[in-house]
């Protein structure tokens, strides 16, 4: 696991200073404190922070070709680096050390750009190629580790987080409105966006080539063109089980202890299961590791404890508690733009108490983008079905008397769940499909919320594109794939990929994600939609391919989940916390948004009229995240807001 930077000048000819390169890496020794290595050639430098899983002692980054032509950094694991090694050892490639990153510059050498097809891992990628004095960057197929770059005047500069990037002086910190309103509405920007108008997230399944001053950004592996084909339940169930513990085995590649995630829920818990298979045959043991909270509504430790109990493994938990205040401040100037899934906190939590124990471990992520475990799959399925019956101001009047009653403090509940479900029908476009219950801000409330200025900056464009591109690139027909892909290509890679790879770098900690393996996925979505969701069923196949793997218990409980009780938290211990980064003074010398309207959101969250948590705490991440930049942001012209 590294953190990587590179820069590519415009003239493939032109010294690249080597201390220039090193700047930026220096600012991503979290994600790799072991080690740093360095190369600057005529047109390009490259540079890696690493921490090291395989091959410890040899394998130190840049790696370079035979020739000397062609050199790599790279941050990730390659899983079937052994069959690659074999297969490109035989084609007269010669390897230097045990590194399955050395074996991208040979893949590459010898398939060009087709080689990152040929790649199954998590992986984000550098190289430079002096023969045609390109730099050439690519990103796994679910977006696991990430890779941002800017197209400048002089050239092209490349990192693993944004943070690395803004220490030079040729990039803008202009924000993209547009992008802020985004992140308003999801809590999270959408690949290609970054809140940076200059900076720019390679998507995921993407590589990038930097040549002769132009940029050219193409995919190379799309989940939409997999086949669907039918299958009997009993042996999509089959196939699936062997597929998860083949992932399972192939990513406990490692010459370091690892360990597992564990919060109870089906897709960990299948995890841990096969994982405690596959370390018996390995000789090696593995600790789980959980987070759970005093109010019993979020708290989950009692199913993590049974799973590790049930599995033979060493087992440590922490709790969660309103203290998290402490790690506000410095995990919101960690992220490199404004970031509000609350569920970064525990993520942070469990990551920290895991890097006590090990270096690396594996997670369930990526489950419910593959098999529908999200409440919205069913929630869609119902409107669908009432949207028939049902004008649209039927749904308006119930939301509306929905609205005047008090949320509930429990984590979901039947009320809770039935106001959500009104406000998605009733407020958000219906083209959006599932994604209406993704959202937290609709129009009108974002229009009330933004200063005019804020207003003509951000809503003239359209906030939901990229979610509408991606609903519009699945063709196959099957609608319960197309809700699957989108969130696979938005929410997977842009929220839970993104916490998940900022939250454990923090604490120099590997994450591996066996659901996101590209046989896992591409098997996946060659089964129908029915056999994933069906009415309020979710998960079917899955669930039938863990029976008998995982207690009764695990499989058939409701999903969670992994939350906190932040709409409690700002009423009460966060509250002093939420005044004092949302005081009228501050939104008025940002001159974004509405000191009256902030206000009165406030007031009503506070006294429990309503649950405004989403917009409060995405309000305050964004204060405090443009506070935490090393120097003053370069507004676009925003007038005085009028409170």
């Given at each position: 696991?590294?953190?990587?930077?590179?820069?590519?000048?415009?003239?493939?000819?032109?010294?690249?200073?080597?201390?220039?390169?090193?700047?930026?890496?220096?600012?991503?020794?979290?994600?790799?404190?072991?080690?740093?290595?360095?190369?600057?050639?005529?047109?390009?430098?490259?540079?890696?922070?690493?921490?090291?899983?395989?091959?410890?002692?040899?394998?130190?980054?840049?790696?370079?070709?035979?020739?000397?032509?062609?050199?790599?950094?790279g941050?990730?694991?390659?899983y079937?680096?052994?069959?690659?090694?074999?297969?490109?050892?035989?084609?007269?490639?010669?390897?230097?050390?045990?590194?399955?990153?050395?074996?991208?510059?040979?893949?590459?050498?010898?398939?060009?750009?087709?080689?990152?097809?040929?790649?199954?891992?998590?992986?984000?990628?550098?190289?430079?190629?002096?023969?045609?004095?390109?730099?050439v960057?690519a990103?796994?197929?679910?977006?696991e580790?990430?890779?941002f770059?800017?197209h400048t005047?002089?050239g092209?500069?490349l990192?693993?987080?944004?943070?690395?990037?803004?220490?030079?002086?040729?990039?803008?910190?202009e924000?993209?409105?547009?992008a802020?309103?985004?992140?308003?509405?999801?809590?999270?920007?959408?690949?290609?966006?970054?809140?940076?108008?200059?900076?720019?997230?390679?998507p995921?399944?993407?590589?990038?080539?930097?040549?002769?001053?132009?940029?050219?950004?193409?995919?190379?592996?799309?989940a939409a063109?997999?086949?669907?084909r039918?299958?009997?339940?009993?042996?999509?169930?089959?196939?699936?089980?062997e597929?998860?513990a083949?992932a399972?085995?192939?990513?406990?590649m490692?010459?370091?202890p690892?360990?597992?995630?564990?919060?109870?829920?089906i897709?960990?818990?299948?995890?841990?299961?096969?994982?405690?298979?596959?370390?018996?045959?390995?000789?090696?043991?593995?600790?789980?590791?959980?987070?759970?909270?005093?109010?019993?509504?979020?708290?989950?430790?009692?199913?993590?404890?049974a799973?590790?109990?049930?599995?033979?493994?060493?087992?440590?938990e922490?709790?969660?508690?309103?203290?998290?205040?402490?790690?506000?401040?410095?995990?919101?100037?960690?992220?490199?733009?404004?970031?509000?899934?609350?569920?970064?906190?525990?993520?942070?939590?469990?990551s920290?108490?895991?890097?006590?124990?090990?270096?690396?471990?594996?997670?369930?992520d990526?489950?419910?983008?593959?098999?529908?475990g999200?409440?919205?799959?069913?929630?869609?399925?119902?409107?669908?079905?009432?949207?028939?019956?049902?004008?649209?101001?039927?749904?308006?009047?119930?939301?509306?008397?929905?609205?005047?009653?008090?949320?509930?403090?429990?984590?979901?509940?039947?009320l809770n769940?039935?106001?959500?479900?009104?406000d998605?029908?009733?407020h958000?476009?219906?083209?959006?499909?599932h994604?209406?219950?993704?959202?937290f801000?609709?129009?009108?409330s974002r229009?009330?919320?933004?200063?005019?200025?804020?207003?003509?900056a951000?809503?003239?464009?359209?906030?939901?594109?990229?979610?509408?591109?991606?609903?519009?690139a699945?063709?196959?027909?099957?609608?319960?794939?197309?809700?699957l892909?989108a969130?696979?290509?938005?929410?997977?890679?842009?929220?839970?990929l993104?916490?998940v790879?900022?939250?454990?770098?923090?604490?120099?900690l590997?994450?591996?994600a066996?659901?996101?393996?590209?046989d896992?996925?591409?098997?996946?979505?060659?089964?129908?939609?029915?056999?994933?969701?069906?009415?309020?069923?979710r998960?079917?196949?899955?669930?039938?391919?863990l029976?008998?793997?995982l207690p009764?218990g695990i499989?058939?409980?409701?999903?969670?989940?992994?939350?906190?009780?932040?709409k409690?938290?700002?009423?009460?211990?966060?509250?002093?916390?939420?005044?004092?980064?949302?005081?009228?003074?501050?939104l008025?010398?940002r001159?974004?948004f509405?000191?009256?309207?902030?206000?009165r959101?406030?007031?009503?969250h506070?006294?429990?009229?309503?649950?405004?948590?989403h917009?409060?705490?995405?309000l305050?991440?964004?204060?405090?995240?443009?506070?935490?930049?090393?120097?003053?942001?370069?507004?676009?012209?925003?007038?005085?807001?009028?409170?």
């Amino acid at each position: 696991m590294c953190g990587i930077a590179a820069i590519a000048d415009r003239d493939p000819r032109a010294p690249v200073s080597a201390d220039a390169v090193h700047q930026m890496v220096r600012r991503l020794v979290h994600r790799g404190p072991e080690d740093e290595g360095l190369i600057a050639r005529p047109g390009a430098a490259l540079a890696m922070r690493r921490l090291s899983f395989m091959d410890i002692q040899g394998g130190q980054q840049p790696f370079s070709n035979e020739r000397g032509d062609i050199h790599v950094v790279g941050n990730g694991e390659i899983y079937n680096y052994p069959d690659l090694r074999a297969e490109l050892s035989a084609l007269g490639h010669v390897f230097r050390s045990g590194s399955d990153i050395e074996a991208v510059v040979h893949a590459y050498e010898e398939w060009g750009g087709d080689a990152f097809a040929r790649l199954r891992g998590m992986f984000a990628v550098a190289l430079h190629d002096e023969r045609t004095g390109a730099l050439v960057a690519a990103r796994d197929r679910a977006g696991e580790k990430p890779l941002f770059y800017a197209h400048t005047p002089q050239g092209l500069f490349l990192a693993s987080e944004v943070k690395a990037l803004l220490v030079r002086p040729e990039i803008s910190r202009e924000f993209d409105l547009g992008a802020l309103d985004q992140f308003m509405t999801y809590e999270y920007v959408m690949a290609p966006r970054t809140l940076f108008t200059q900076i720019r997230k390679l998507p995921a399944a993407h590589h990038l080539v930097y040549r002769d001053g132009a940029v050219e950004v193409t995919r190379y592996w799309d989940a939409a063109d997999t086949p669907v084909r039918e299958w009997a339940l009993p042996d999509a169930a089959q196939a699936v089980r062997e597929a998860l513990a083949t992932a399972v085995d192939r990513q406990m590649m490692s010459d370091v202890p690892l360990g597992v995630f564990l919060s109870g829920g089906i897709d960990s818990s299948a995890i841990a299961a096969f994982m405690a298979d596959a370390a018996v045959r390995r000789g090696v043991t593995v600790t789980s590791f959980s987070m759970g909270f005093r109010d019993e509504t979020y708290n989950e430790l009692p199913y993590a404890r049974a799973v590790a109990e049930r599995f033979g493994l060493t087992h440590v938990e922490d709790l969660v508690t309103a203290d998290v205040a402490t790690l506000f401040d410095p995990l919101v100037a960690h992220l490199d733009e404004p970031f509000a899934d609350v569920s970064l906190f525990p993520t942070y939590m469990v990551s920290r108490l895991a890097r006590q124990h090990v270096k690396g471990v594996l997670a369930g992520d990526g489950g419910d983008e593959l098999f529908g475990g999200y409440d919205a799959y069913a929630a869609q399925a119902l409107a669908s079905r009432l949207s028939r019956v049902a004008p649209d101001v039927a749904w308006r009047l119930a939301d509306r008397a929905a609205s005047v009653v008090p949320p509930s403090e429990q984590k979901k509940g039947a009320l809770n769940k039935v106001k959500r479900f009104l406000d998605g029908v009733a407020h958000h476009p219906a083209d959006l499909g599932h994604f209406r219950w993704s959202t937290f801000m609709n129009q009108a409330s974002r229009a009330r919320l933004y200063t005019p200025a804020m207003r003509e900056a951000s809503l003239g464009g359209d906030v939901h594109r990229e979610v509408r591109d991606a609903l519009g690139a699945y063709q196959a027909g099957d609608v319960v794939n197309r809700e699957l892909y989108a969130d696979l290509r938005t929410y997977l890679a842009d929220d839970i990929l993104v916490k998940v790879d900022r939250m454990s770098m923090a604490t120099s900690l590997e994450t591996r994600a066996p659901f996101l393996d590209a046989d896992v996925m591409t098997l996946a979505f060659s089964m129908p939609g029915h056999l994933k969701v069906r009415g309020h069923e979710r998960k079917i196949v899955l669930k039938e391919a863990l029976r008998g793997v995982l207690p009764d218990g695990i499989l058939l409980r409701r999903k969670e989940g992994f939350s906190i009780p932040m709409k409690n938290w700002l009423r009460r211990d966060l509250q002093p916390l939420m005044r004092d980064l949302l005081s009228p003074e501050r939104l008025r010398r940002r001159g974004l948004f509405e000191p009256r309207e902030v206000d009165r959101l406030m007031q009503e969250h506070v006294a429990g009229r309503a649950n405004h948590a989403h917009q409060l705490f995405s309000l305050m991440v964004f204060e405090r995240w443009a506070d935490a930049l090393d120097a003053p942001v370069q507004l676009p012209r925003v007038a005085t807001a009028v409170s």
